[in-house]
C-alpha cells in the first residue's frame, strides 16, 4: 500500500532539510525522484543520498516564470509532486513593503502555483497522482512578525484545496500539510537571531518536542502512495501537539 515502486516524483527544495529527506524517502519506498532546487552542490549531495538507480535533477529558480517554463519545456510524467521550496521571513507588520512581500510570495505561492498549473496545463501528472503542498502551521497561528509568511502559506493551502476540487474527476489528488517547527537549516537560522534558552523554552509548547524532517517525510509518503487514495483537498496539521491547546 505504501510502495511507491515504479512511479516518479518530482520535489521541489530537495537540496536542504525537509525536501531532502522526502527525496532520500520516496526512494526509500522505491520511488524514483526528480530532485529540484537552485544550488547545484547540495542538490548532488541530496542524490548521493538517494536508494535506487535513475533519479536525476533539475536546477530552475521558482520565483522566475522562464525557468518554470523552460523545465516543463523538457519534462517528463510525475505520478506526484511534492511542492516543497520555501523561504521564512519575519518583517512586524509596519515593516512590510512590495520589494519584502513579493520576496515571500514570488517563492512560496506564485512558484508552486505556475508550476502545478503548468504542470497540470501540458498534462504532466499522471491519473491517480498525488500533488502535495507543505504548508505551515503558521497560516492558523497569529506568531508576530511572520505576516508575509503565514499568508503566503495560507494562500497555498487554499490554493490546493481548489486544485484538489478542479482535478477529482481526472483522479488526481491534492493535499497540505501544516507542519509546525521542524528543526532544518531555515529554522536552525531563524534561531540563530534569539538566544539558545528562548529556542529550548519555546520547545515546551510542543508536547512531542520540534519535529525532524523524517517525520514530515512519513506523512508525504503516504499522500503520494495509494494508502491515501480515498484523501483529496485535505490539509494536515502536523505539530507535534503544539495546536491542542
Ligand atoms: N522548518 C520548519 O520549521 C518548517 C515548518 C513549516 C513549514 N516549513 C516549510 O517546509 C518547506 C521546507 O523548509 P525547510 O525547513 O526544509 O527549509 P530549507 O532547509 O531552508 O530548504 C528550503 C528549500 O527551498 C529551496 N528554495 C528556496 N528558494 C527557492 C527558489 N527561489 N527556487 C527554488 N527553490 C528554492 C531551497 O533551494 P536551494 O538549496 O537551492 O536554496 C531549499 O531546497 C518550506 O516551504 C517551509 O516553509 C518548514
Not at 116 to 140: D, E
Not at 176 to 191: D, H, Q, R, Y
Not at 202 to 230: F, H, Q
Amino acid at each position: 500500500m505504501f510502495s511507491l515502486r515504479g512511479k516518479t516524483f518530482l520535489v521541489t527544495g530537495a537540496s536542504s532539510g525537509i525536501g531532502q529527506q522526502i527525496a532520500i524517502s520516496i526512494s526509500n519506498h522505491g520511488g524514483r525522484v526528480i530532485a529540484a532546487g537552485r544550488d547545484m552542490n547540495r542538490i548532488q549531495e541530496t542524490l548521493s543520498l538517494l536508494e535506487g538507480e535513475g533519479h536525476s535533477y533539475h536546477l530552475f529558480d521558482l520565483s522566475d516564470y522562464k525557468d518554470i517554463t523552460e523545465f516543463i519545456s523538457k519534462s517528463e510524467k510525475f505520478d506526484g509532486v511534492v511542492f516543497n521550496a520555501g523561504v521564512i521571513d519575519y518583517t512586524p507588520v509596519k515593516f512590510i513593503n512590495e520589494a519584502k512581500m513579493f520576496k515571500v510570495f514570488d517563492v512560496n505561492f506564485k512558484g508552486s502555483v505556475f508550476l502545478s498549473q503548468q504542470l497540470i496545463k501540458n498534462k504532466l501528472i499522471n491519473k491517480m497522482g498525488s500533488l502535495v503542498f507543505i504548508s505551515s502551521i503558521s497560516s492558523k497561528l497569529g506568531v508576530p512578525g511572520t505576516a508575509l509568511y503565514a499568508s503566503s502559506k495560507a494562500a497555498l493551502t487554499a490554493y490546493a484545496k481548489v486544485v484538489a476540487s478542479e482535478l477529482a474527476n481526472q483522479k488526481i489528488r491534492a493535499n497540505s500539510i501544516s507542519p509546525g517547527i521542524i528543526v532544518t537549516p531555515m529554522t536552525e537560522k531563524a534561531a540563530e537571531a534569539v538566544t539558545d534558552s528562548s529556542v529550548k523554552e519555546a520547545e515546551k509548547d510542543y508536547p512531542l518536542g520540534y519535529g525532524t524532517p523524517l517525520d514530515v517525510a512519513g506523512l508525504v509518503i503516504y499522500l503520494l502512495s495509494d494508502a491515501s487514495r480515498w484523501m483529496t483537498g485535505s490539509d494536515l496539521i502536523l505539530d507535534g501537539g503544539l495546536t491542542l491547546k
